[in-house]
């Protein structure tokens, strides 16, 4: 089924057993959905987020603030600046293809995005289905890749900001993060994907540091496809919710002298990616 569904003319904040049900059936069968039109709440949209699961609490901005107050599992997504200092994370630059907080142990299973304000041009933000871009690689390349595991960079977020705790880096072999099979089994679909979290600092287990480079230049290069992939025009009142394990994600600059201002949930994984 293709990538990314718009459901129309559902409150988020209102939804009976059996709308969860056939929208829980919808974001497996389309990695992406999109909301358009809600009113929310920060506590609407924790009360929805949590119908797919216990909540991550938001990582620390890059501020070193830790969330909003009262609501430690909301991460505000802004380039707005208030009092001298940034209310959210990302900036206005480009976010690069990654998927979220890969750099754990059992990162997320779902992201949902608010969108509270937008940018008149920009901003917007791609998807790409991670079981189409295994399902392209040339059965020689998926022979070579069976059994390898890759580095999750923990340095830096898809902003290119470094992330707190952590020294720069930009040295593959020797920066933080946990492997992760190359090659993932969704634990709830069965269907394989490819697990890529993002490019920087990526580094292949057991392979010499150049051949690590040019086999994941190779993976990449079946990533960035349009075929694959889904783009959104962000409006007040969307809310895009994806699977984390079966995505990646990016979103192109915008003008920093605009306002744009998302609230983002997290739904922690079950388990730890698997092969
Ligand atoms: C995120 C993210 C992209 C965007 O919140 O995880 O990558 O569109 N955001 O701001
Ligand atoms: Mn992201």
């Known amino acids: 089924m293709p990538l990314g569904l718009e459901i129309p003319h559902l409150d988020l904040s209102r939804l009976d057993e059996g709308e ?104 917007n933000t791609y998807f790409c289905d991670m079981y189409g871009a295994y399902e392209s690689l040339p059965e020689s390349l998926r022979r070579r890749i069976a059994g390898l595991h890759l580095k999750h960079d923990a340095t830096y977020n898809s902003g290119g900001y470094v992330r707190q705790g952590v020294a720069a880096t930009d040295d593959p072999v020797n920066s933080p993060g946990v492997y992760h099979p190359l090659v993932c089994t969704h634990p709830e679909t069965g269907r394989r994907a490819l697990y890529l979290g993002r490019r920087r600092n990526g580094f292949i287990g057991g392979l010499p540091l150049a051949e690590s480079e040019a086999l994941l230049d190779e993976l990449w290069s079946y990533v960035e496809r349009e075929e694959i992939t889904w783009a959104h025009r962000w409006q007040a009142g969307d809310v895009v919710l994806w699977d984390n394990r079966a995505t990646m994600h990016r979103r192109d600059a915008f003008d920093p002298g605009m306002r744009r201002v998302l609230h983002r949930t997290q739904i922690q994984g079950e388990t730890a990616p698997r092969a």
């Open 20 to 123: 969860f049900t056939g929208v829980y059936r919808a974001w497996l069968d389309h990695q992406v959905l999109l909301f358009r039109g809600q009113q929310l709440t920060d506590l609407d949209l924790i009360t929805f987020s949590r119908r797919f699961g216990n909540l991550d609490w938001a990582p620390v901005q890059e501020t070193g603030r830790r969330f909003v107050e009262g609501h430690p599992e909301i991460y505000v997504v802004s380039n707005v600046i208030e009092n001298g200092t940034p209310i959210g994370s990302l900036g206005a630059g480009e976010a690069v293809w990654h998927t979220d907080m890969s750099y754990l142990e059992r990162p997320p299973k779902a992201s949902i995005l608010y969108a509270l304000e937008v940018p008149p041009a920009g901003g």
